[in-house]
């Protein structure tokens, strides 16, 4: 009888525990919140509190109990409110003593603090915090205790704060600070968090972040195979037991593939799950057409989703060959690439998501199809619309170091990104000194291993600028030879090494003023005519040469497609920003932007005609430089209807004439095959009289986070743009819009990047506006003296918000309490305690909804410590209890300040007057043995 007693409690036990894990799961799908909305942010440091004596000293040492800025009872009410991304470095002016290689930006440290709560139902979930990105180093708390330290700008962090986490009454509290002072790059680098940040919530089973490996291999024919690796985590305190279910799902939705595995997984550990999807003749993805598949990967308990993610795939092949370059899908193709750094003007490397498309659309445009990011990994949003608009990527590691720190950095880099099918090329390092030594070569065989074991579908390179031909270098470990600039190193490597395939990882170096054409250097001014380039590198003309006529060079990485903050070249102060761009800051095309396009493009007409044709009257007759770009056969000039001469198209030189200037309209025409297949003009204009605001798009989406570019011009009175306007030009808004950066791609210029105000340069300039919550129309204004203003009416659309974690604006809470033991008499309320005792009172837990039994006593005493608030200090407040059980006598700083006389649960009020010193606050609790007492909800403290 005891046995079958026994059976049947078993079974019931075991029923009970399957009817709570189904209960459970119920709820347990995941969640991906955003995080970014809310943020109290300081800028500047605020030193860690001296710590002193035997009790401060030993709760420093103690989890969740931080001092300073870090501690969730922190006062940050003074503080800021941003909204993430977020760089405080673009928000001030340049600074001519601060470093060169920043932008002349003063970046230096500074905070920032998120509370938020988490409903009853969370709990049992597995919760993870992400930052994208946070420049530069960081250090990040969760309700008081250190959880995590970066230690590169430009990685991701994904924090488990499961059991950190508080619930319900409870308020969880994130502090981070910020060190910009560290840099990691010679460019600039921006300040603060300057990605997204998420709240993700997951059952205990559940994909890991980035858990999904599903890059489809060609097999025999027509024939594909997607091997699918998938990484679970289990949280929860018991094995748990599941089905790994993938589906493959084509471009127009339809399933065409399904696999499914049975898992079991022990708490607290991982496994990986391998499973195998086939499709036949699937859609290739290019950057002609970038076709994107879907692989739904599930997780049942019980037949029930408990997780589920999407990750987005290609399929396509890449071969570099050592005789004939870069295979695309069986096509032998140049890769026309760029190298870019992740700023814009305006925003700096706060970057809005929509401005990463409107930047590689302006590379596509020009013909571009591959993209260098230089040197770091970008932003998840960037990677995702490479994939979806059609760039191919170099994705490039930032440190080069095999340290395990470090290391853990290149893992993750390749987990997150190896399912991209942009990804043509994973970099382990740029131009580093030890290129050409054995240390060098031994570091980056190790990391080449630790690519490889996670990715073996791609090739590694690391873009050298020396060291080629010693002994040991790092060639000798790649699977691709990267070149920086060593033009005249090609021929010789590539016949002592005829088996390496080799690209040019980077190249050009030429400088440019967007809008001059003639080179100034003491105004820190550079023509505009391919003629100027650093001393280490060449022109665009003569570097895409030499790629373009060596079949076994892959490609070329030009540097850079747009302008960037810092690392002013070849000048320095005033100068805050490059030279090198195809494009200016703001993405406005210099001249190389057109010669490229005639280089690159071939399946429609390009012809441009440079320079402006506005000179001042002591150039009449004098010979003015003039360049058609274009891929026609065949160019002819003329000036006021007069033709100067008809020229053959060099396809890299293009074409040059020196025409005595004459005020009027000049024109070019392209022929091909005998036939006009373009005109080209540029006219001399009058003065400046009105503005004209060109939005990049007509609609926008009022989610908070849509943005785009609207050019701004200034117009003659017959409406022809005015390429040599300097107007400072007024902004106003209206409607749910507002203005978040302003720029003209001078790199000279040192007017704020933030406001409302900014100067025409070479007659543009640039205002970056974005959404508020809502919809509506907007109205954004352009106002300058003595010309005629221009208005633009946008749309904004009102669209479902990415689900977002409410801001919480809690008022001080109390959660750290301490227990006295009990006694049976009544104690003293006010007795001192001694600094160095640290076991007579013990910690307890408060809003567990649950209370304390007096065993053996009649009286027990609860104690915190708390500064108050600055307008508390001021102004006293009140101390509310929440779900007080038994009598209670509320003690503050040893006065009698509330009472509660019944033992009936009960909420308690209480006031007190300002004071600026440090609370000692008590709460006696009295009753007779056995009976329940003390604090089943929140303390929290608020104004009155």
Not at 396 to 406: D, G, H
Not at 754 to 783: C, D, H, M, P, Y
Request: aromatic content about 10%.
């Amino acid at each position: 009888m005891t046995t079958f007693k026994s059976f049947l409690l078993f079974l019931c036990i075991t029923f009970l525990g399957h009817l709570q894990a189904y209960t459970q799961e119920k709820v347990n799908t995941r969640e991906v919140l955003s995080l970014d909305k809310g943020w109290s942010f300081y800028q500047g440091d605020i030193p860690y509190p001296v710590i002193k004596g035997h009790n401060m000293t030993y709760r420093n040492a103690k989890a969740g109990y931080v001092s300073g800025a870090a501690s969730p009872d922190y006062d940050d009410s003074s503080w800021c409110m941003v909204d993430l991304p977020h760089d405080w470095a673009i928000e001030g002016s340049v600074n001519p003593n601060a470093n060169l290689s920043q932008g002349y930006r003063d970046r230096g440290f500074g905070w920032y603090r998120r509370k938020f709560r988490l409903a009853p139902e969370d709990k049992g979930k597995h919760l993870e915090i992400q930052f994208d990105g946070i420049s530069t180093h960081a250090t990040i708390w969760v309700n008081g205790t250190v959880l995590h330290r970066n230690w590169c700008g430009y990685t991701s962090m994904y924090i488990d704060i499961t059991p950190y986490a508080t619930y319900g009454d409870n308020v969880n509290t994130i502090a981070v600070r910020v060190d910009a002072e560290a840099q990691e790059g010679w460019w600039y680098e921006g300040a603060g968090i300057y990605r997204h940040t998420w709240l993700v919530k997951r059952s205990p089973l559940h994909i890991i972040t980035d858990g999904v490996f599903a890059n489809p291999v060609k097999k025999m024919g027509k024939q594909w195979e997607i091997p699918v690796e998938v990484s679970l985590y289990n949280a929860g305190k018991l094995s748990a037991e599941g089905e790994v279910e993938v589906t493959l799902i084509s471009p127009d939705g339809e399933q065409v593939g399904r696999q499914s595995s049975t898992v079991s997984v022990t708490a607290l550990r991982d496994k990986i799950v391998n499973l195998s999807l086939t499709v036949s003749d699937p859609q290739l993805w290019s950057p002609d057409s970038p076709v994107l598949y879907r692989v739904k990967t599930t997780v049942k308990r019980n037949g029930m989703v408990i997780d589920e993610v999407e990750t987005k795939c290609g399929f396509r092949t890449i071969r570099f060959d050592k005789n004939t370059g870069f295979w695309l899908n069986g096509e032998n193709i140049k890769i026309k690439g760029v190298c870019n750094h992740q700023d814009h003007a305006g925003v700096g490397v706060a970057v809005p998501d929509a401005l990463w498309e409107f930047r590689l659309r302006k590379l596509k445009e020009m013909g571009v199809n591959a993209y260098r990011a230089a040197h770091n990994p970008m932003s998840k949003e960037f990677m995702a619309a490479c994939d979806s608009i059609g760039i191919m990527v170099l994705d490039e590691n930032r440190l080069f170091n095999t340290s395990p720190e470090y290391v853990r950095q290149l893992e993750w880099l390749v987990r997150r990104d190896r399912n991209c099918p942009s990804v043509i090329l994973w970099s382990v390092f740029n131009e580093e000194p030890m290129q050409g030594t054995e240390n060098g070569y031994e570091m980056v065989r190790r990391m080449y291993d630790v690519v490889k074991k996670m990715d073996s579908t791609r090739p590694v390179t690391a873009a050298m600028n020396g060291g080629f031909f010693s002994k040991y270098n790092v060639s000798q470990a790649v699977d691709v030879a990267g070149f920086n600039y060593q033009i005249k190193s090609y021929d010789r490597f590539h016949e002592e090494n005829p088996e390496l395939p080799l690209i040019s990882s980077e190249d050009g170096s030429a400088f440019m003023t967007r809008g001059e054409y003639v080179t100034d250097r003491s105004k820190n001014l550079m023509d505009s005519y391919d003629t100027q380039c650093a001393n280490w590198g060449a022109t665009h003309r003569n570097a895409w040469k030499a790629v373009a006529e060596r079949p076994w060079m892959a490609g070329c990485f030009y540097w850079t497609g747009f302008d960037y903050h810092g690392e002013p070249t070849p000048f320095r102060w005033p100068s805050t920003s490059s030279f090198f761009g195809i494009m200016d800051l703001c993405g406005f095309p210099k001249m190389a932007y057109y010669l490229h396009q005639a280089q690159w493009i071939k399946d429609e007409p390009v012809l441009q005609l440079v320079p402006h044709w506005n000179w001042p009257s002591d150039s009449i007759g004098k010979p003015i430089k003039v360049m058609a770009l274009s891929n026609a056969d065949k160019v002819k000039l003329l000036l006021n209807g007069k033709e100067i001469s008809e020229q053959k198209v060099d396809p890299y030189e293009m074409n040059t004439w020196f025409v005595p200037y004459k005020p009027g309209k000049l024109e070019a025409i392209g022929y091909q095959n005998g036939k006009v297949v373009s005109r080209m003009k540029v006219e001399t204009t009058g003065e400046p009289v009105r503005l004209r605001l060109i939005p990049y798009r007509h609609m926008l989406a009022g989610d908070g986070k849509d943005a785009m570019p609207v050019t701004v011009e200034a117009l003659d009175s017959k409406g022809r743009h005015v390429p040599i306007a300097d107007n400072m030009i007024e902004f106003t808004i209206s409607g749910p819009a507002k203005i978040i950066g302003l720029g003209n791609g001078d790199p000279n210029c040192h007017e704020l990047e933030k406001g409302n105000k900014r100067s025409l340069f070479n007659g543009l300039a640039q205002i970056i506006i974005q959404t508020t919550e809502g919809s509506g129309k907007v109205t954004l204004t352009a106002t300058s003296a003595g010309m005629r203003s221009a208005d633009l009416t946008i749309l904004v659309n009102k669209v479902d918000l990415v689900p977002f974690v409410a801001v919480e604006n809690s008022p001080m809470l109390l959660d750290k309490w301490m227990v006295s033991p009990g006694s049976f008499e009544k104690p003293d309320v006010t007795c001192q305690i001694a600094d160095n005792d640290m076991n007579s009172w013990q910690p307890v837990a408060i809003t567990t909804g649950k209370s304390i039994v007096l065993e053996n006593a009649n009286y027990i005493i609860f104690r915190t410590e708390f500064t108050p608030y600055q307008k508390l200090q001021e102004n006293g407040g009140i101390i509310y209890l929440k779900n007080v059980v038994g009598k209670a006598e509320v003690w503050l700083n040893g006065q009698l300040i509330g009472t509660k006389a019944t033992v009936n649960d009960q909420d308690l009020k209480v006031e007190f007057l300002p004071t600026k010193n440090k609370c000692d606050l008590r709460i006696l609790f009295s009753g007779s043995v056995n009976t329940q007492v003390g604090l089943k909800g929140s303390v929290r403290i608020q104004e009155k």
